[in-house]
Each structure stands twice: as structure tokens, then as C-alpha cells.
């Protein structure tokens, strides 16, 4: 299989979907999986609205007729949004999207019962959904979740477990509850539940962001037992940034469902379009020093973009694991009282945070190019890299 290139994402979701079709006419029994490692920055959420809108059926008024993709990414978790209470501050529900396709069905399909036991893997919390339905449609009109824990009250002999409703749950919490409620919808799919006979197609983009190595390993290997125990075939795409995620998946899938095809999403800088390499391994761990090569190639031309300090970020996290370090700090400090190092820290941290550095690329502003410039060039000095891939600029001296 040749590395062809892309003129655009929907050009790459394109072709995953013929790749995924012959794979389901080879083996109509089987889930066919797609597998794909890419950089945060690099565009796999771009990416994964693409390939859904590829699968809708739009009529002359602009109205969705059909669609065909359930999908999971950073657009999912819109789908939930809080109402605190700001008035009283007792009574705090996570609102739903009731007019999302998501949520079609719903009140039909015992939900929670779906949910609880999905739940229970990973968080200590229970939760409840209340519907409000249209008389008329009888379709839901809306519906909010809230959620409660038990909590140790009292104190010596007579302490005793009382339950907290109306909790507000940490951020992470949150990102775990959405993504067992989307298990619970993906497994109403794979069980061929009426509802969803629409779902043709699952894309899942980084699910649980920030995994760490435990969950990494328990998602991904919960994730395939679904796929596993599937009464219906459903061609699937996986997009990830974490390499032992990656793996997770890669073993499971081979072991269990169906050999992924398995590819690395990249930037191709000289045509400003895409590439999609063919990934033979079951780790993408180096895949770092490609991405330091395209990081120094694009900070020479001065064309370097917000996301491109996500990239940074994560070359540098990897860098400091593959060297034993606590925090990625180490790589480009100096000393823990380094003024400068404790500077470009500070820039690291804040420019990749925030979504707009991933969903809104923007030309980053001339001073902030220049201490992007200065903190990559400082990495690459401190660290023995080939210098091949990151070769001295035009008119700079070689050091001694």
C-alpha cells in the first residue's frame, strides 16, 4: 500500500470508507477496523466530522434526511452541557441535547440499566435521567441527568453513608460518564437495536482524553469486548494520540475481532495536504522524531500556527518519558531556577491548552513565533538529536 496524499480531510475520510467497505464485502461477519495514530494538532477530529458528514443525506433545503455515522470526539461532550443552579447552588443537572440523533430512543431502551453497569468500571457515583416528552410526537423533548454519591457522615461509632443528590462532577468524572453513555449507545448498535439500524458506521476520536497507562488499558480492552460480543457488523474507525492505547487496541482487535488496518495521519507540508503512511507496528512510539522534523521544517519558514504548540508539547512528553523524566519541564530547564526555562514552561503550559489551538489554527503572532523558535531550538540543542532531521538554518554556525 503507497503513501498517497490528500488535498484535504474529506479526500482522507474518503478513502478510510472505501477501505472499510472492501474489508466488510470480504468478510460480511466481521467488524473491519481502521486504526489510526496521529499528533493532537494534526487534524483527527477535523478528520472524524468529515467522515460522518460523508455518511448524510441532505435535501434542496439543507435538512439532514439521513445519516449513517455514530461518532465520538470532542463534539460529543457539547452534547451535555450544565445548568448549576446559580440561584440556590443546591440543585446542579448535566442538560441533554434531546434533538441530537444521539439520543434517539432513548426512553425506550432502559438507558440507565445500559449505563450503570458501564459506569461502575471506572467511577464511584450513580446518576439518574429524567424525560420530558412532547405530547405530541411523543419524541422526547427534553432531558437532563443528575447525579448523586454516597459520602461518610457523622463521626466515631455513629458514622454512617448518606446519599449526596444534585452533585456537580469533576470535569474528569464527567468525560467518564459521557463516554460509558456512549458504550451504552454503541452497544444498542452492535446488538442491532431498532433505534440505532441507522448506525452503519462508528468513528471514535480519543475517547477519555488524558488516559492514563490503567485506563488506557481498561477502555481500550472494554471497548473491544463490545465489538467482540456484537450480534451486527459495524465498520469502524479509532483515532488516538496515545501510543499505549494504540497497542491496547492493535493486540485486542488482532486477537479477538478483526486485524485493523492500521495508518499514521501527517501533514504533508509541500503540498498543504495529508498523508496516510501505513503503519505495520503495534506501538507508534517514535513517530515523536518525524514530528520534531516537521515541527523544526515549519518553525524555519515562519509559518507556524497555535496547534503547532500541541505538537511541541507532546514531542517534549515524550522526549522526558523516554528519558525518565517527571515532567517535561526537564527538557527544556536548565535548572529548576531557570528564569528562561521556567519562561518557556509558562508558554508550553498555556499555548496547548484551549480548543481553539486544535479546532481554530491561527498564525501565531511574530513574538510568540519567536519564543517558539527559541524554545524548540533550545530542545534541540540540549538533547542529541539527528541533525539531519533538524538541520542548522541557513547562515548559522555550527558549534563546537
Not at 150 to 158: E, H, M, P, T
Not at 297 to 323: C, D, M, P, W, Y
Request: aromatic content about 12%; glycine content about 6%.
Amino acid at each position: 500500500m503507497t503513501d498517497a496524499s490528500y488535498a484535504d480531510l474529506p479526500g482522507v475520510a474518503t478513502h478510510l470508507r472505501a477501505l472499510l467497505a472492501d474489508k466488510a464485502q470480504k468478510k460480511p461477519d466481521k467488524s473491519p477496523f481502521v486504526l489510526l495514530y496521529a499528533f493532537n494538532g494534526t487534524g483527527k477530529t477535523r478528520l472524524s466530522a468529515a467522515f460522518k458528514d460523508l455518511g448524510k443525506v441532505i435535501d434542496q433545503h439543507g435538512e439532514v434526511q439521513s445519516r449513517d455515522t455514530l461518532y465520538f470526539n470532542a463534539f460529543t461532550e457539547d452534547l451535555f452541557s450544565w445548568d448549576n443552579d446559580l440561584e440556590n447552588d443546591q440543585h446542579r443537572t448535566l442538560k441533554l441535547n434531546a434533538a441530537s440523533s444521539f439520543f434517539v430512543g432513548l426512553n425506550e431502551l432502559e438507558i440507565e440499566n445500559r449505563i450503570r453497569p458501564l459506569l461502575d468500571r471506572y467511577a464511584d457515583f450513580d446518576f439518574k435521567i429524567n424525560f420530558e416528552f412532547d405530547q405530541v410526537t411523543g419524541k422526547i423533548a427534553s432531558a437532563e441527568v443528575t447525579f448523586s454519591r454516597n459520602v461518610l457522615s457523622g463521626d466515631g461509632d455513629a458514622t454512617r453513608l448518606d446519599e449526596v443528590d444534585g452533585i456537580k462532577i469533576s470535569r474528569g468524572e464527567e468525560n467518564i460518564f459521557v463516554w460509558c453513555f456512549f458504550l451504552a449507545i454503541l452497544q444498542l448498535a452492535l446488538d442491532g437495536a431498532e433505534a440505532y439500524k441507522w448506525v452503519e458506521h462508528v468513528y471514535i476520536d480519543d475517547p477519555i482524553s488524558s488516559l492514563d497507562e490503567h485506563n488506557a488499558i481498561v477502555v481500550g480492552n472494554h471497548l473491544v469486548q463490545l465489538y467482540r460480543e456484537a450480534q451486527r457488523p459495524i465498520k469502524t474507525v479509532v483515532s488516538t494520540h496515545h501510543a499505549l492505547f494504540f497497542n491496547v487496541l492493535h493486540y485486542e482487535l488482532k486477537n479477538h475481532v478483526f486485524t485493523p488496518l492500521q495508518f499514521t495521519l501527517k501533514r504533508d507540508r509541500r503540498k498543504d495536504g495529508y498523508v496516510l503512511p501505513e503503519h505495520r507496528g503495534d506501538t507508534p512510539q517514535f513517530y515523536h522524531v518525524a514530528a520534531l522534523a516537521d515541527l523544526w521544517q515549519v518553525a524555519q519558514s515562519g509559518q507556524a500556527s497555535t496547534f503547532h504548540f500541541n505538537i511541541l508539547r507532546t514531542v517534549l512528553e515524550k522526549t522526558a518519558l523516554f528519558l525518565g523524566y517527571s515532567h517535561f519541564s526537564k527538557c527544556i530547564k536548565d535548572a529548576d531556577d531557570d528564569a528562561d526555562g521556567i519562561l518557556h514552561q509558562r508558554f508550553v503550559d498555556l499555548l496547548s491548552h484551549g480548543k481553539y489551538s486544535m479546532y481554530e489554527p491561527t498564525e501565531m503572532a511574530d513574538d510568540t513565533k519567536d519564543y517558539f523558535l527559541t524554545i524548540l531550538k533550545g530542545f534541540v540543542e540540549r538533547h542529541p538529536f539527528n541533525r539531519e532531521l533538524v538541520p542548522e538554518p541557513a547562515g548559522d554556525t555550527e558549534k563546537a
